[in-house]
């Protein structure tokens, strides 16, 4: 939420990015069953940019953010453990895989010095906080693929969001994608997105998990493109 005091500022939202090593929950939390995201646009579309800048796994320098910003780690108390600041974060409790994603980055936080206190909560309630915007930071699943319609209504600020995190940083960027007329003006507005979402980043990207279907072997299922869902091809089954 853009409008905590601490997660507000962008240089602190950076280092969260810096501390959090994808690659491990894609291990730990997945099985091995996903990759790392780099951002809400699906990396198999066509009008991907790939050189775009991401976030690598790196503590120490997210340690120097949070120095530079303000936020030194304070010394251990009878209360509490070292650390710079604390947040509370919501996530979906009906599925065990959030909890375990959740626990994998509330542990990378915490030895950059960050205190997250992770909250479990059922879908419904969790919506109700995103759409009042009662909430510190919260942990979801999100759709992408081949429209960019769900990240437009996702990210875009509006009275009727989806989500009322006072993101605003990507307001002029995603209206150039959304009025783009051709594949050049799509890649580049595409770009300029991405760009924003690097230099301001809204939230921590984590991972794309990968998800197993199980189809009657009376169906004979055409080869799929990799990274695509196979019910994408349905209608040749």
């Known amino acids: 939420n853009i409008k905590h005091p601490i997660l507000g500022k962008r240089v602190v ?9 994808r690659s491990k929950i894609v291990r730990t939390a997945l099985n091995n069953r996903g990759q790392p995201a780099d951002g ?3 990396p198999y579309h066509w009008a991907y940019h790939s050189a775009t800048s991401s976030y690598t796994y ?17 010394p251990a108390s009878e209360n509490a453990m070292p650390r710079r600041f604390r947040f509370t974060c919501v ?16 542990k990378q936080l915490f030895e950059v010095g960050i ?5 479990p909560m059922t879908l419904r309630d969790l919506q109700g906080r995103l759409r009042a915007g009662d909430f510190e930071a919260v ?19 509006a009275p009727n969001s989806m989500i009322r995190s006072g993101y605003t940083a990507a307001d002029a960027a995603l209206d150039r994608l959304r009025a783009a007329r051709s594949d050049e003006e799509t890649r580049i507005a595409l770009a300029g997105l991405q ?3 690097y230099d301001d980043p809204p939230a921590a990207f984590l991972v794309r998990p990968e998800t197993a279907r199980a189809v009657n072997d009376s169906f004979v299922v055409p080869a799929e493109a990799k ?9 040749q089954w």
């Open 13 to 21: 939202r950076q280092a969260i990015n810096e501390a959090i090593d």
């Open 40 to 42: 809400p646009i699906w």
């Open 58 to 74: 790196n503590p120490d320098a997210a340690r120097l953010r949070l120095d530079a910003a303000g936020l030194p780690l304070t």
């Open 91 to 106: 996530f979906v409790s009906e599925d065990p895989q959030f909890e375990r994603i959740a626990l994998v980055v509330q």
């Open 115 to 119: 205190d997250v206190e992770m909250i």
């Open 139 to 157: 942990l979801i699943p999100m759709i992408t693929g081949r429209s960019f319609d769900w990240t437009y209504f996702f990210w875009r600020s």
């Open 195 to 197: 760009r924003v979402m």
């Open 227 to 235: 990274g695509r869902d196979i019910a994408n091809t349905l209608w």
